[in-house]
């Protein structure tokens, strides 16, 4: 049995930045409704799951998956300098194009902003 589904999708929305009521918004659900499906008061369907895995850009079973300890647990501290080690980290490729995609539009978005500003 998978364990907490409205919680792991709760923490890759945080993860792609998306608000609540931009997901319920794509949904065609009002925020409260969608709040209820992340804080466990309405029941996740297999279809909304994978309505919700569509806007998050992400295979339903890969978010069913998820393990946030993978992301935020495996960074150790190594040597004089205190940095951070990187070698333990098995992103899936499909969430590190999204990082990518959305540096890029935030990237494009201050370009913008700055030429607006001058």
């Known amino acids: ?26 949904l065609g659900l009002t925020t409260r409704a969608y709040s209820k499906i992340e804080s466990g008061e309405t029941q996740l369907t297999i279809n909304r799951l994978n309505e919700i895995s569509a806007i998050l850009g992400i295979d339903p079973m890969e978010a069913l998956g998820f393990d946030h300890q993978n992301i935020f647990n495996n960074c150790t501290q190594e040597g004089d300098n205190n940095t951070i080690g990187t070698s ?3 992103f899936p490729e ?3 194009e999204q990082y990518e995609k959305r540096i890029h539009q935030l990237e494009s978005e201050v370009l913008f902003l700055r030429a607006l500003v001058k």
């Not at 589904?5 to 609540?20: A, D, G, I, M, S």
């Open 94 to 96: 499909k969430l590190i």
């Open 88 to 90: 333990n980290y098995n």
């Open 1 to 26: 049995m998978i364990q907490q589904p409205e919680v792991k999708l709760k923490q890759l929305r945080e993860l792609k930045n998306f608000t609540q009521e931009y997901v319920a918004t794509q």
